[in-house]
């Protein structure tokens, strides 16, 4: 699976921004897929993960009860809903996938995104 994240852009704290991870190559609907961001100067970080067809979705503590993680497998489409957004959550943000959600959370997956970047002004 090829994946291509955009939406990342400059938005103030308090806002809301929606970032896509496009997938092609097949098998996107089988796939565990997540999202990881990386901040300046810091190591790549776990945001969430969401399980194929949607059923159960998981998130690092940074991000629940803020962001939202979504998927269209008819689409090939991965969302990430971030709202409340802090200073703090400026990083680049990939997107990522894998059969196996243990691979997805601990950042071994097969498939990366390039990444696209989040910034938020205080």
């Known amino acids: 699976v090829q994946l291509q994240a955009s939406g990342g852009g400059l938005v103030r704290a308090g806002g809301s921004l929606r970032l896509s991870c496009a997938a092609s190559?097949?098998?996107?609907?089988?796939?565990?897929m997540g999202w990881f961001r990386q901040a300046p100067g810091k190591g790549r970080e776990y945001v969430g993960a969401?399980?194929?067809?949607?059923?159960?979705?998981y998130y690092a503590d940074a991000a629940k009860g803020r962001f939202a993680i979504s998927r269209d497998d008819a689409e090939n489409m991965l969302y990430l809903q971030m709202n409340s957004l802090k200073p703090e959550d400026t990083a680049v943000y990939y997107c990522?996938?894998?059969?196996?959600?243990?691979?997805?959370?601990?950042?071994?997956?097969?498939?990366w995104g390039q990444g696209t970047l989040v910034t938020v002004s205080s």
């Open positions: 990522t996938g894998d059969y196996s959600l243990d691979a997805v959370v601990n950042g071994r997956s097969s498939s």
């Open positions: 190559g097949g098998g996107f609907s089988d796939y565990v």
């Open positions: 969401i399980v194929p067809s949607g059923r159960a979705s």
